[in-house]
Structures are given as structure tokens and as C-alpha cells.
């Protein structure tokens, strides 16, 4: 597919306004407080067989909205347990659309490079591909669209993107609690929904440590709209197809889930990736994201944006992930 947003240097200096819910901030504190008044955050976490020789791995189940199970795979290297070494920097990672944890085993990267890794469980989602999820949604009977994408879309308090993004700060408070991590540094880590939850994050923890995002979705929301029908955007379009006079409502409730308004907020060091001929999460929102990042705060020590000319969705792939581990080690002290 040839590329189908905005040229290179058009990319470069793409900074567009959005149009932000006047209680936006009032919005998210809201939400976020009522979750934290929910009761600890951990609720247990157990070891597991993982059939893994130098990784260890726990079942943790966290509250998240409205204080909800939420489950994740909690993993160490073998032998790094509490007492037994310095507290590990983490990586809390969020997975794609559609995508559930998994299988213990099926993502060890991040613990095989020497970080403590949680990989939060989609709500509601992991059933689309992968090995499944074990985290439902009880929250999902508002209008919308059989997707998560269009769920609750029509009121910002019933969208399942409010409540995906609440469990996904409360998981950062769950790997702060959890044995031998240094709660001073935790990196918050996605691609795709995963990029767009993991930004949210950067928006919404001040003292994260550092962020890193690939092509990720919910950025500049209304133009991803216009250009492509693919995945995520498309399943939107779907419901707005049918319930003609919906848009108003909706767009109402996306602009509290918008990329760029939470880039805004954050102050962490982060890592952008992006594919530019992506017709999934196109790469004008990543580019809106990175080039307002932290300009609320002034925070951020650094921010880098690795484009990939001839990639789309999958972006630098393996390169990419390369370029992730070195940055992030040199970030964290690693």
C-alpha cells in the first residue's frame, strides 16, 4: 500500500489543534480517584508454572475500574526475587486490539533484557487473535457497536476506552506494589490500542519514568476517521453508518480519549515508532502526538520518533524493538 496521509515534511510539522472537553482534566481525576477509592490495588498474585527455566512468573489480579479484577502476567528473571537482588526497573506493557494476555510465555522480551514485566489482560477483548484473555467487562450493556472500538461510544462515562485507560493507570499502581521493583522507574509500553492506552498513561502518571509508542490509535482521532475504514476506525464508522445523527455524541466522547490531549499532559522521556504507510493508525496521529508531547509540561528530559518510509501497521518491527531496548536501558539506567 503506498503511502496515503500527509507527505514527510508535512508529517514533521503536523501540529493540529483538538478541539478538548472543557472538564477533560476534571473528567480523568474524577475517574481515577473513584477507581483508587475502590480498596488496595492488588488483590493476589500467585506464582505459576510457565515451563520457562530462566523466567518466573506470577498470576496477578489488580483492581482497575470501578475497582474490577483485572488480570496480567507478572514476570521476573529466574533467581531476581525479592531479596535475592536490587529492585528491578519495570515495563508495564498493553496489548493490541482484540488481544488478551495470553500465555505466560508468549511475551518475554522486556523480562529476558532484565526488567520486571506486567502485561496487563484487554477488558472485554481476546477474542480476536492470540491465545485469549481472562478479564471480562461487566460494564458493556451501554449503545454502541458490537466492537469494544464502538462500545458506550455515544457517552463519554459508558466508553469502553474509560475504562480500558483507568485499568491501565491502576496497573502501573499494581507493578509499583508488587515485590522488588523500583517503583522510581516503570515505562509504560505499547503498540497499536497498546501505543494509544500506554500514552493515555503518560498523560495521566506524572512521575513516569518513561513511555514508548508504535502506531498508536486514538491520535488525532477525527482525521484517522476521514482517511481509513481499517480495524479499529472502521468498527466506529460502522456504528456511525447505521445511527446516522450519532456523530455529535460521538466525537464528544472521543475527544475525552484523544492521543494528542494526553501527549500534551505527559513529561516522561518517550520513544515514538511509526510506519508511514500504516492505513490502520494513521501516521499523522503518531506525528500530532509526538510534536505536541509534554507542551503543557515541559517535562520530558527527551523524546525521539523513529519513521519507517516503506512500513505500515507493523512499522520497524524487530529494528524497532532493538532501538526500544537500547533507548529504554540508557533511560532507565538499565
Same mark, same amino acid.
Given at each position: 500500500?503506498?503511502?496515503?496521509?500527509?507527505?514527510?515534511?508535512?508529517?514533521?510539522?503536523?501540529?493540529?489543534?483538538?478541539?478538548?472537553?472543557?472538564?477533560?482534566?476534571?473528567?480523568?481525576?474524577?475517574?481515577?480517584?473513584?477507581?483508587?477509592?475502590?480498596?488496595?490495588?492488588?488483590?493476589?498474585?500467585?506464582?505459576?508454572?510457565?515451563?520457562?527455566?530462566?523466567?518466573?512468573?506470577?498470576?496477578?489480579?489488580?483492581?482497575?475500574?470501578?475497582?474490577?479484577?483485572?488480570?496480567?502476567?507478572?514476570?521476573?528473571?529466574?533467581?531476581?526475587?525479592?531479596?535475592?537482588?536490587?529492585?528491578?526497573?519495570?515495563?508495564?506493557?498493553?496489548?493490541?486490539?482484540?488481544?488478551?494476555?495470553?500465555?505466560?510465555?508468549?511475551?518475554?522480551?522486556?523480562?529476558?533484557?532484565?526488567?520486571?514485566?506486567?502485561?496487563?489482560?484487554?477488558? &472485554?477483548? !481476546?477474542?480476536?487473535?492470540?491465545?485469549? /484473555?481472562?478479564? @471480562? $467487562?461487566?460494564? =458493556?450493556?451501554?449503545?454502541?457497536? #458490537?466492537?469494544?472500538?464502538?462500545?458506550?461510544?455515544?457517552?463519554?462515562?459508558?466508553?469502553?476506552?474509560?475504562?480500558?485507560?483507568?485499568?491501565?493507570?491502576?496497573?502501573?499502581?499494581?507493578?509499583?506494589?508488587?515485590?522488588?521493583?523500583?517503583?522510581?522507574?516503570?515505562?509504560?509500553?505499547?503498540?497499536?490500542? &497498546?501505543? !494509544?492506552?500506554?500514552?493515555?498513561?503518560? /498523560?495521566?502518571? @506524572? $512521575?513516569?519514568? =518513561?513511555?514508548?509508542?508504535?502506531? #498508536?490509535?486514538?491520535?488525532?482521532?477525527?482525521?484517522?476517521?476521514?482517511?481509513?475504514?481499517?480495524?479499529?476506525?472502521?468498527?466506529?464508522?460502522?456504528?456511525?453508518?447505521?445511527?446516522?445523527?450519532?456523530?455529535?455524541?460521538?466525537?464528544?466522547?472521543?475527544?475525552?480519549?484523544?492521543?494528542?490531549?494526553?501527549?500534551?499532559?505527559?513529561?516522561?522521556?518517550?520513544?515514538? /515508532?511509526?510506519?508511514?504507510?500504516?492505513?490502520?493508525?494513521?501516521?499523522?496521529?503518531?506525528?500530532?502526538?509526538?510534536?505536541?508531547?509534554?507542551?503543557?509540561?515541559?517535562?520530558?528530559?527527551?523524546?525521539?520518533?523513529?519513521?519507517?518510509?516503506?512500513?505500515?501497521?507493523?512499522?520497524?518491527?524487530?529494528?524497532?524493538?532493538?532501538?526500544?531496548?537500547?533507548?529504554?536501558?540508557?533511560?532507565?539506567?538499565?
Amino acid at each position: 500500500m503506498p503511502a496515503f496521509d500527509l507527505p514527510p515534511a508535512g508529517l514533521e510539522r503536523h501540529r493540529p489543534d483538538v478541539a478538548e472537553p472543557a472538564d477533560f482534566d476534571a473528567f480523568w481525576k474524577r475517574t481515577l480517584e473513584e477507581a483508587a477509592g475502590a480498596g488496595d490495588v492488588l488483590l493476589s498474585a500467585g506464582p505459576v508454572e510457565n515451563g520457562l527455566r530462566l523466567t518466573e512468573t506470577w498470576d496477578v489480579t489488580f483492581r482497575g475500574f470501578a475497582g474490577d479484577p483485572v488480570r496480567g502476567w507478572f514476570s521476573r528473571p529466574a533467581g531476581t526475587a525479592a531479596g535475592a537482588a536490587e529492585p528491578l526497573p519495570a515495563v508495564v506493557e498493553f496489548a493490541g486490539y482484540g488481544r488478551g494476555r495470553g500465555l505466560p510465555h508468549e511475551r518475554l522480551t522486556w523480562v529476558n533484557a532484565g526488567y520486571a514485566h506486567l502485561l496487563m489482560d484487554n477488558r &472485554g477483548q !481476546g477474542d480476536q487473535y492470540g491465545c485469549g /484473555g481472562d478479564t @471480562p $467487562d461487566p460494564h =458493556a450493556g451501554a449503545p454502541g457497536g #458490537p466492537g469494544p472500538a464502538a462500545r458506550g461510544l455515544l457517552d463519554p462515562h459508558d466508553y469502553h476506552y474509560r475504562r480500558l485507560i483507568t485499568d491501565a493507570v491502576r496497573a502501573v499502581d499494581a507493578v509499583r506494589a508488587l515485590p522488588g521493583v523500583d517503583a522510581s522507574r516503570v515505562a509504560a509500553v505499547g503498540n497499536s490500542q &497498546g501505543g !494509544g492506552v500506554a500514552l493515555a498513561v503518560a /498523560g495521566l502518571v @506524572p $512521575d513516569l519514568a =518513561a513511555v514508548l509508542v508504535t502506531a #498508536p490509535f486514538l491520535c488525532g482521532i477525527r482525521r484517522a476517521l476521514d482517511l481509513t475504514d481499517a480495524s479499529l476506525y472502521g468498527e466506529i464508522s460502522a456504528y456511525l453508518a447505521v445511527h446516522r445523527g450519532a456523530e455529535e455524541a460521538a466525537h464528544r466522547t472521543l475527544a475525552y480519549v484523544e492521543g494528542i490531549s494526553f501527549a500534551r499532559r505527559a513529561q516522561a522521556p518517550a520513544h515514538f /515508532g511509526v510506519g508511514l504507510r500504516d492505513t490502520v493508525c494513521p501516521p499523522s496521529g503518531a506525528y500530532a502526538a509526538y510534536n505536541r508531547y509534554a507542551e503543557l509540561t515541559g517535562g520530558q528530559e527527551e523524546k525521539v520518533l523513529h519513521a519507517y518510509p516503506f512500513n505500515g501497521h507493523e512499522g520497524g518491527d524487530a529494528v524497532h524493538v532493538r532501538r526500544q531496548l537500547d533507548w529504554l536501558g540508557r533511560v532507565l539506567g538499565a
